[in-house]
């Protein structure tokens, strides 16, 4: 029996990572999602504009954009539908201590009011995109 077959035979199936793009002009804010994120297994990119947000989206594919409503320039309403331009599956959860003020355009999405607990950011993201590390599907 061919060794390299045996043991690739017996290593369990290869999980699919989610990543995560977290967006925030506040640095304590984003760093405090960052590590909490980290911590519980996810892959984390982060931009502190959008911007800077777009740009990474250029490079990366992640599963949930994670970002503030309310920042200098675009919002994180307007970011939000411009990545959905060019990431159609891109689940997001938005982030705000103005919840209030935009609960019109809030309606059938998941929104953080800050400030918020670990548990709270980790089962809104955990309800959009599943677990850290998920089986592939087949």
């Known amino acids: 029996m061919n060794l390299r077959a045996a043991s690739s035979a017996a290593l369990p199936p290869p999980y699919t990572v989610r990543v995560i793009?977290?967006?925030?002009d506040e640095d304590d804010v984003r760093r405090f999602v960052r590590r909490t994120l980290e911590w519980a297994g996810y892959q984390v990119e982060d931009a502190g504009d959008p911007q800077d947000a777009l740009r990474?989206?250029?490079n990366?594919?992640?599963?949930?954009?994670l970002?503030?409503?309310?920042?200098?320039?675009?919002?994180?309403?307007?970011?939000a539908?411009?990545?959905?331009q060019s990431h159609?599956?891109?689940?997001?959860?938005?982030?705000?201590?103005?919840?209030?003020?935009f609960e019109q355009e809030?309606?059938?999405?998941?929104?953080?009011?800050?400030?918020?607990?670990v548990t709270?950011?980790?089962?809104?993201?955990?309800?959009?995109?599943?677990?850290?590390?998920?089986?592939?599907?087949?």
């Open 120 to 138: 709270a950011l980790l089962s809104a993201v955990e309800a959009a995109i599943g677990l850290p590390r998920n089986k592939p599907a087949g």
């Open 81 to 84: 539908a411009k990545a959905h």
């Open 56 to 58: 990474v989206l250029e």
């Open 106 to 117: 809030l309606t059938g999405s998941v929104c953080l009011s800050k400030p918020f607990t």
């Open 21 to 24: 793009l977290v967006v925030d």
């Open 88 to 101: 159609p599956r891109l689940r997001a959860i938005f982030m705000t201590g103005f919840a209030s003020q």
């Open 60 to 65: 990366t594919g992640p599963d949930l954009l």
């Open 67 to 79: 970002t503030d409503i309310v920042m200098p320039g675009l919002d994180g309403l307007k970011l």
